[in-house]
């Protein structure tokens, strides 16, 4: 069974804090993508990568893909309270079918 | 932009009644939607992929008579949990695909008493 573990489970920090989410596997994804989820909804996507050692830059998140496509993080500077919520890393297992990983749940305090 | 919507968002039902969960492609065809199934503070896990036209794809561990999978059109896939029991309560969500980006519906809270 593929498995994409990510660490840490659980973060909390002061606000403009930076901190760095890893999401780890031992199989190659062909693409693999970020989503935040707030409580009682759905993930929404936040960037894809797709080439191993890509790096993608939204506003204060840095995304990586690594270069054998089996890892990734993601890199948030100066945290907000707004960026508190579920962070998700899915890897594409072909034909878009996602496995999600374990999930990073992140708290910001003002 | 592309919109996946799901319906109901919350339900609460009697311990062996039937749920129907609804996902629809507001604004693109998909022939191709997924369901997970989310516990409390866990991750998605994919319980199935339903192609329309032909019969849904479970992962492993999914029973399928219990999680019925229809779908009929290209805009529309369903999800019904027969015989509901309280180990069935969980948040469900559906995607679809859209132009190489996958669309998540908003969830269903499922509460079984």
């Known amino acids: 069974t593929q498995l994409l573990e990510q660490s840490p489970q659980f973060l909390s920090i002061q606000e403009g804090e930076n901190l760095t989410v890893y999401c780890n596997s031992s199989s190659v994804f062909s693409s693999l993508q970020w989503y935040r989820q707030e409580p009682g909804e759905g993930p929404v996507l936040l960037v894809t990568v797709v080439t191993g050692g890509e790096v993608k830059k939204l506003k204060r998140l840095t995304f990586q893909f690594g270069d054998a496509r089996k890892d990734s993080s993601l890199h948030i500077t100066a945290a907000q309270p707004g960026d508190t919520g579920l962070y998700l890393c899915a890897g594409d297992r072909g034909t878009y079918k996602y496995i999600f990983g374990t999930g990073t749940r992140l708290k910001v305090l003002a | 932009g592309a919109v996946v919507s799901q319906h109901p968002s919350w339900v609460i039902c009697k311990s062996g009644t039937s749920v129907k969960i609804e996902c629809r492609s507001l604004?693109?065809?998909?022939?191709?939607m997924f369901w997970y199934r989310q516990f409390p503070k866990q991750s998605l896990m994919l319980m199935a992929t339903s192609n329309e036209g032909s019969k849904a794809t479970y992962e492993q561990g999914v029973e399928k008579d219990k999680f019925l999978i229809n779908h009929a059109s290209l805009t529309l896939s369903t999800l019904t949990v027969t015989s509901a029991h309280p180990e069935d309560s969980s948040f469900y969500i559906c995607?679809?695909?859209?132009?190489?980006?996958?669309?998540f519906g908003a969830g269903t809270r499922l509460s079984v008493l």
């Open positions: 604004d693109f065809q998909a022939t191709t």
């Open positions: 995607s679809a695909i859209g132009v190489d980006i996958q669309y």
